[in-house]
């Protein structure tokens, strides 16, 4: 039997238990225990019992159960350390309410988390995730973790347990930074300054991302301008070679035409003086007959003379007569001679003539064509070199414009990173404009209901007409207002912010099923969480429990500073949130000034809030 006893102080009408707190637990051959176990009030527990009785077992086997390794509950190197001697297992299981609107998985657990760990002397261990009807629904380590932060139950945090080993420590520790410490630790401080260092940190390198973005763009810019020079003048070389090449081709057409004209010339000069000696020769011929006959004359007239004496005095006569025909002959036959030789020394001319034009034309064939086809053949060979430099002009005007596609490909990528930021600017300051006008519209129509959006606003209109508004009340935050508007932001983070804001309040678990159906058919991606209850129409007597206020402190009452008309809508917020125990402070160093001293802070309060919103525990 175990020496161990619980005592358990019980309020006047004990509220339904909130989503976190310990129901039960079960020790089974843990530590000094064979079998122990516990059923928790929902409010205030005390174990006692003498020294060595196992009440730091019962806290152990707490840390345990929630997933602590053996190095964290200071009570042995492993977890096979902690099953009682002269045992090979053992287990520890707790059970969590998981009961209201902010319960985990609702849908899954219910209204109750039980976790049971088992433990063998190897040092090994296993679990057991159990929902309200003893269903085992998941064996994993991760899923106790999901759960613990769900339930904001910190293992590992004093504040929520704090073992023997660390409560020595803390009450020896008299250093302002060793209790600083513990109160950065326990506050969550120290893991909200972590986060809020790393987010500075991200934010400065999502700043040199941004710079050494913007800086990669202006350097792209410039080598896309210069791949675009050299693109343009890679196009006009190769513009250039094609005149070139043109122009070349057209130079050394000129000079053949030019050759065969010169030629054509030549052979029409040859024509000419052939034709020319051609005449001559017909001359010489006439000339010749013409003295061939002359000759002939004489003979006979000679003949003549030596035949008849008689007729000698006649051919005297007759020869005296014809003696100046005769000289005439001749001196015709002289003149005829010396044309001949004449016309013979121009015949001989036009053949030195003929002769050395046709030395010429095959002097022009032999050396000016030559010289012509040479330079024809390295005109040539200048083209060739200038069309493997156009090819090259070609590959390089290739790469460049390769280069230049993809730097404007990566222009353009960052063009669109930038059009995606800008419109997700613009996106962000269009719903800011479209909240800004829903609220300016809500005000001037006095319907608070349309702040909470429009699948809202028609939910409770389709409500309305089906005349469910007394079993159906919500959004919570449309029954609520605040008499001094400066606390609302405190008020809002005191209820839980939005999330608990838009949850509803209905009069029976038939009623939120309903409900859950007309939220599908109006369009709700996500269902706001119901709290079914019964209506009583009137508000909770919390006189005794509520904060008490003394004068000229910087402490306000949230529960007087709320204004609801809705007696049901108040009874959820006094049972869920405790809000008649939840103090406004003016400033944070009010807030730290008093609640850091227990006599200077209220009595009955549990936590406190300033306008900026940080919540304070005494």
Same mark, same amino acid.
């Given at each position: ?72 509950? =200071? @009570? ?151 791949? @675009? ?81 008689? =007729? ?100 353009? &990528? ?20 479209? @909240? ?79 409900? &859950? ?30 904060? @008490? ?70």
């Amino acid at each position: 039997m175990s020496q161990l006893s619980i005592k358990k102080k019980k309020p006047q009408s004990p509220p339904d238990p909130k989503p976190g707190i310990i129901l039960s637990m079960r020790l089974q051959n843990f530590m000094c225990h064979d079998h122990l176990a516990f059923e928790f009030n929902s409010h205030l527990n005390f174990i006692i019992g003498p020294n060595g009785s196992g009440k730091s077992a019962v806290l152990t086997g707490l840390q345990v159960a929630l997933g602590a390794a053996a190095k964290e509950t =200071e @009570r042995g190197a492993k977890l096979g350390d902690l099953v009682k001697k002269g045992c090979t297992s053992g287990s520890v299981s707790v059970t969590l309410s998981n009961y209201g609107p902010f319960g985990y998985k609702k849908d899954i657990y219910g209204s109750a988390i039980t976790i049971v760990r088992t433990l063998k002397t190897s040092g090994s261990s296993s679990f057991k995730i159990l929902n309200s009807a003893g269903t085992v629904q998941d064996h994993t380590r991760d899923a106790i973790e999901q759960i613990t932060a769900a339930l904001n139950i910190p293992i590992n945090n004093p504040m929520c347990i704090l073992t023997q080993n660390t409560a020595k420590t803390f009450l020896s520790t008299c250093s302002p930074a060793g209790l600083y410490d513990y109160f950065a630790t326990a506050s969550l401080l120290s893991d909200t300054k972590e986060h809020l260092e790393r987010t500075y940190k991200d934010l400065k390198e999502m700043k040199s991302a941004v710079k050494a973005k913007s800086e990669i763009l202006e350097k792209i810019d410039e080598e896309v301008e210069e791949k @675009r020079k050299k693109l343009e003048l890679a196009q006009d070389l190769a513009s250039g070679g094609e005149k070139l090449k043109k122009l070349k081709d057209e130079y050394q057409w000129a000079l053949v035409k030019e050759a065969e004209v010169a030629l054509k010339d030549i052979e029409t000069e040859i024509n000419k003086k052939k034709s020319q000696i051609i005449t001559e020769e017909e001359a010489i011929k006439g000339i010749e007959k013409k003295i061939s006959t002359l000759t002939q004359e004489d003979a006979e007239i000679t003949a003549r003379a030596e035949n008849g004496a008689k =007729e000698s005095d006649e051919l005297r006569d007759k020869i005296v007569r014809l003696q100046p025909e005769l000289s005439e002959a001749k001196e015709q036959q002289r003149a005829a001679k010396s044309e001949y030789s004449k016309a013979k020394g121009n015949l001989q001319r036009k053949d030195a003539e003929i002769k050395s034009l046709t030395d010429e034309i095959q002097r022009i064939r032999e050396t000016d064509f030559g010289s012509i086809m040479k330079k024809k053949e390295e005109d040539e060979r200048k083209i060739v070199e200038l069309e493997t430099t156009q090819k090259a002009y070609e590959q390089a005007k290739s790469v460049a414009e390769n280069d230049f596609n993809q730097f404007d490909h990566a222009k353009k &990528r960052a063009e669109d990173e930038s059009s995606q930021c800008l419109r997700l600017i613009q996106d962000i300051e269009k719903k800011i404009r479209k @909240r800004t006008d829903d609220i300016q519209r809500c005000i001037a129509e006095n319907d608070a209901i349309n702040l909470f959006g429009r699948d809202h606003a028609s939910l409770v209109k389709d409500i309305r007409a089906r005349g469910l508004q007394n079993k159906i009340k919500g959004p919570i935050g449309a029954y609520l207002n605040v008499k001094n508007q400066s606390w609302a932001p405190a008020i809002s983070c005191a209820l839980g912010g939005e999330a608990n804001l838009t949850s509803y309040l209905v009069d029976s678990d038939k009623t939120a099923q309903a409900l &859950r159906k007309m939220m599908g058919k109006h369009g709700f991606r996500r269902l706001p969480t119901i709290t079914a209850c019964r209506f009583l129409g009137k508000v909770h007597d919390v006189q005794n429990e509520k904060i @008490r206020i003394q004068e000229g402190t910087p402490f306000k009452s949230l529960m007087e500073e709320l204004i609801c008309d809705d007696p049901d809508m108040m009874n959820l917020l006094i049972d869920t949130f405790n809000i008649y125990s939840v103090a406004l402070i003016e400033s944070e160093q009010d807030a730290m000034d008093y609640m850091s001293e227990r006599h200077l802070v209220p009595r009955n309060c549990s936590v406190g809030y300033t306008k900026k919103r940080p919540s304070f525990l005494p």
